[in-house]
């Protein structure tokens, strides 16, 4: 109900929905580069895989040599060889 109302809301101002919502906003560089704004923590890490809390849903990066390169409370980055992202509910 609140991210309708959110999302409602973002539409009328003509605002981007992602940062009145607080929903995570993603964006992926080539193959290479991960960054994700809104992210509640990691919930595993390896070079292969990391999986990252997004609040509603979790966010899976698969790939080779991935490595977290800055995280913050708001954002994180990631590098490597990205093979795929993946969003489960």
Same mark, same amino acid.
């Given at each position: 109900? /609140?991210?309708?109302?959110?999302?409602?809301? %973002? *539409?009328?101002?003509?605002?981007?929905?992602?940062?009145?919502?607080?929903?995570?906003?993603? /964006?992926?560089?080539?193959?290479?580069?991960?960054?994700? *704004?809104?992210? &509640?923590?990691?919930?595993?890490?390896?070079? /292969?895989?990391? %999986? =990252?809390?997004?609040?509603?849903? =979790?966010?899976?990066? &698969?790939?080779?040599?991935? *490595?977290?390169?800055?995280?913050?409370? /708001?954002?994180? &980055? =990631?590098?490597?060889?990205?093979? &795929?992202?993946?969003? *489960?509910?």
């Amino acid at each position: 109900m /609140e991210r309708k109302l959110f999302s409602e809301a %973002a *539409e009328l101002f003509d605002l981007p929905a992602d940062v009145v919502a607080g929903l995570p906003h993603v /964006e992926l560089v080539g193959n290479s580069q991960f960054y994700m *704004e809104h992210h &509640r923590g990691i919930l595993s890490y390896s070079g /292969e895989e990391i %999986a =990252i809390n997004g609040d509603a849903l =979790i966010v899976r990066v &698969r790939g080779t040599g991935l *490595e977290l390169v800055s995280m913050t409370g /708001e954002a994180l &980055r =990631i590098k490597g060889v990205i093979d &795929r992202v993946e969003w *489960e509910r």
